[in-house]
Structures are given as structure tokens and as C-alpha cells.
């Protein structure tokens, strides 16, 4: 079974331009998270879909982020424009939706963004 | 506002000894709480849990003890490895029907040597 995968695995662009990440959750899963960790800190939570719908976003920065799973099963994770301080790695992790509250989440490889 | 810390950035331990993990959090709400384990250039991964109903976890090597009223939470690896060389990071999340929004400390990279 194939785990979570995020494209790109890293990205440098530069400030004021625009960048959008993708994350393809593990087949079956309809839970689907976003994560951040700016360097040596701790990885925070982003937002939460259930299916293509957004369950908790309250951990989005600012409006410059754009979160989207049309469909219920990839999602991408748009910066625009993006600045110094979104420089960070961007973990996607997903989870079967069971009910239960221990169901694992599986975190992909996560995508380093380097804004410049 | 940092509700969940780890105060010790690294660790080293030789290999055979016990590692121990520390990690304080500050909200008594938290139902769950978990240790991931990160490679470089890997995503984390689950490494064991324990409810707030429970004081103390095994799975093999690892256990997780849980203080509720010291709020604070410890991973013990017993023997270490090589293999287990890696940045640690507690998390914790409250129940809530049926998904976890998750809040993960800084991490501690713990190096065993061989």
C-alpha cells in the first residue's frame, strides 16, 4: 500500500511569487491534514479536511494561504504571494475515518519551501 | 504560546542504555498523547500513545508514562539502538468525535551511540 505522498519535496521561489504544494493521502483515507515546522520549531497544524470539506482551519497563517480537495482526495496547499516567514517544511498526514479518536495519522515525506 | 514542550533539544545515550524523553504540556483538556519519531527527509511516524486514563504504555523497547498531575509525559527506550537515532516529538490532542487536531512539541533528537 502506498503511503502519503507530497510533490515537491522541496521548492525555492521568491518573495511575492506563488507556490502551490500537493499531497496525495493514503487511498482510502478521508482524513487529510496539513502541517507546518518552521526550522527547530514545533510542527503546527494547518487545517483539517473530512472528504473535500474543511473541518478546522483554524491554523491557517493568513488569507495568503489557500487549502483545497476537490474531489475528496488530493489536496493542494496554495502561498500566494509568499513571504520570508512561510519558509518552513509542509507535512500532510491523512487517516481513515473511523469515529475513533486514535486512528493514526500517517504523515508524508513533507515538502520544504525556501522563499527567498 | 507553547502548550506542549520539549526543554531538552538533543540527547545523547550509548547504545544498550535507557533513553528517556521528556515533555511537559499545559492544557489538562488533552485526552491523548502520542510520540512520533522523524528520520531526516521523512515525514514523521507513530511511535506508541497512551489515554489520559492510563498511566503508563508498553510496546516493546518503548513505553510512555503519563503524569496527569505534573502534566507531563516521558518516553522510555529500553535497550537503545543505533536504529532509534532520530528526533522525537511529543503531541498531544483532546478528544473530539472522531478526528485529532494534533499539537506537537519542538523535538528532541536523540543520538545513540554505538
Known amino acids: 500500500e502506498a503511503g502519503v505522498t507530497q510533490f515537491p519535496s522541496h521548492s525555492v521561489i521568491e518573495k511575492g511569487q506563488t507556490v502551490t504544494l500537493r499531497c496525495d493521502p493514503i487511498?482510502?483515507?478521508?482524513?487529510l491534514y496539513w502541517y507546518r515546522r518552521v526550522m527547530g520549531k514545533e510542527i503546527k497544524f494547518l487545517l483539517h479536511?473530512?472528504?473535500?470539506?474543511?473541518?478546522?482551519e483554524s491554523g491557517m497563517p493568513n488569507n495568503r494561504f489557500l487549502a483545497e480537495r476537490t474531489g475528496g482526495t488530493y489536496s493542494t496547499l496554495k502561498v500566494q504571494p509568499a513571504e520570508l516567514e512561510d519558509s518552513g517544511v509542509y507535512f500532510c498526514?491523512?487517516?481513515?475515518?473511523?469515529?475513533?479518536?486514535?486512528?493514526?495519522?500517517?504523515f508524508g515525506p513533507g515538502t520544504r519551501l525556501t522563499v527567498l | 504560546d507553547q502548550q506542549v514542550k520539549q526543554n531538552s533539544p538533543s540527547l545523547s545515550v550509548q547504545e544498550g542504555r535507557i533513553s528517556i524523553l521528556n515533555c511537559d504540556y499545559t492544557?489538562?483538556?488533552?485526552?491523548?498523547f502520542l510520540w512520533y519519531k522523524k528520520y531526516p527527509a521523512e515525514g514523521p511516524t507513530f511511535l506508541i500513545s497512551?489515554?489520559?486514563?492510563?498511566d503508563k504504555n508498553e510496546d516493546g523497547r518503548f513505553t510512555v508514562f503519563l503524569n496527569k498531575s505534573a502534566k507531563h509525559l516521558s518516553l522510555h527506550i529500553v535497550p537503545s539502538q543505533p536504529g532509534d537515532s532520530a528526533v522525537y516529538f511529543c503531541?498531544?490532542?483532546?478528544?473530539?468525535?472522531?478526528?485529532?487536531?494534533?499539537?506537537f512539541g519542538t523535538g528532541t533528537k536523540l543520538q545513540v551511540i554505538p
Open positions: 487511498s482510502g483515507h478521508d482524513n
Open positions: 479536511f473530512v472528504k473535500e470539506s474543511k473541518q478546522d
Open positions: 503531541a498531544v490532542y483532546p478528544y473530539s468525535g472522531g478526528y485529532q487536531k494534533v499539537t
Open positions: 492544557n489538562s483538556m488533552f485526552d491523548y
Open positions: 497512551i489515554s489520559s486514563i492510563k
Open positions: 498526514a491523512s487517516s481513515q475515518l473511523d469515529g475513533r479518536s486514535t486512528d493514526t495519522q500517517y
